[in-house]
């Protein structure tokens, strides 16, 4: 499953997050078969739409998808020079489809600061600058190579990746992030190719103070963050890790008295939940009316037969049609039946690209 892993220098409330997320759990009887590793936080989907289709449509229970948060410790200064856990820290990254970066923007003296100050830039930029030069070290090591290849006027690939290469280098040179480059298609591939840390995505946690929950754009660090992020074209969410912390142990009537004492209308959590599944492509169908209501998740432009392969492999390959109804039309037209008379219900076939929101019954050879 594609994941984003959770990074930030020490003492910034990674932990304190992670726990929030572990705590905020997901419900594991849904999912027998998930092995989790230790670093891993499973979350279920926030989604309204399962409550309304479930009010359609009941069924037995209801099953949200799951997302998945690596945990990855320990990143100073240093770390592509392979200080501290450096190395690690850096393979770990490698490894993540997207990166949660949690910025500390809360005063408090009781807990210190690894650079003393609260300056959640140069916090950030401690970071990204270890990305930028594992980043350039690995450009530079590919170099070479690439270069004496592309002199083959045949090897076609070799000069395109040669040009890549040629464009990224000075930009890392000055300190900044693959992302920030606009590449296109062909060159995107390309890129993908090179699996440079700093041009996965990136989403940013500005870890603010609990008064701010309601209001984050009231913190000044939290706006300096949001600006610095405008720049990466990157989304920052605000919320207090400790305080999602206390709101994953509540229960539901005590979580809805916190949050409205916090004056806010839902976990922070919930929030970075949904921008990390979008920050990874990742989109929701449904299906319903059988034992259950459930939703599932797919890579965003693929197609039915693909799709139906993350129910079960059987349901690729004996792939026939996708019998699809918009959720926003069951919605409208409040049953199944009144969809279906206003001629609203779709017979897919193989090279429909399945939308979020999709309710679907998979019609499949065995
Ligand atoms: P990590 O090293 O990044 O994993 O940071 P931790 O999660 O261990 O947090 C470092 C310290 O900051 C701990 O003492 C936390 O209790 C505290 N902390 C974390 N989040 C918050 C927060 O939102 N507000 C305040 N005041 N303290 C926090």
Known sequence: ???????????????????????????????????????????EVPDDRLARIQEIEPADKIVPTTFEFTDIAGIVKGASKGEGLGNKFLENIRQVNAIVHVVRAFDDNEITHVNGVIDPLDDIDTINTELVLADLDAVDKRLPKVEKAAKTPKDKDAQEEFAVLQKIKPVLEAGKSVRTIEFNDDEQKVVRGLFLLSSKPVLYVANIAEEDMSDPEASKYFKQIQ????????????????????????????????????????????????????????????????????????????????????????????????????????????????????????????????????????????
């Open 227 to 366: 600006d610095f992020a405008a720049t990466e074209g990157a989304e920052v969410i605000g919320l207090s890790a400790r305080a999602e912390e206390e709101i994953a142990e509540l229960d539901d009537a005590d979580k809805e008295e916190f949050l409205t004492m916090a004056g806010v209308t839902e976990p922070g959590l919930n929030k970075l939940i949904r921008a990390a599944y979008h920050l990874l492509e990742l989109r929701t169908f449904f299906t319903a009316g059988g034992k259950e209501t459930r939703a599932w998740t797919f890579k965003a432009g693929v197609k039915a037969p693909q799709v139906a392969g993350v129910i079960h492999s059987d349901f690729e390959r004996g792939f026939i049609r996708a019998e699809t109804i918009a959720f926003d039309d069951l919605d409208q037209y409040g049953s199944v039946k009144a969809v279906r008379e206003a001629g609203r219900r779709r017979s897919e076939g193989k090279e429909y690209v399945v939308q979020d929101g999709d309710i679907i019954e998979f019609l499949f050879n065995v």
């Open 1 to 43: 499953a594609l994941t984003a892993g959770i990074v930030g220098l020490p003492n910034v409330g990674k932990s304190t997050l992670f726990n929030a997320i572990t705590k905020a759990g997901a419900e594991m009887a849904n999912y027998p078969f998930a092995t989790i590793e230790p670093n891993v936080g499973m979350v």
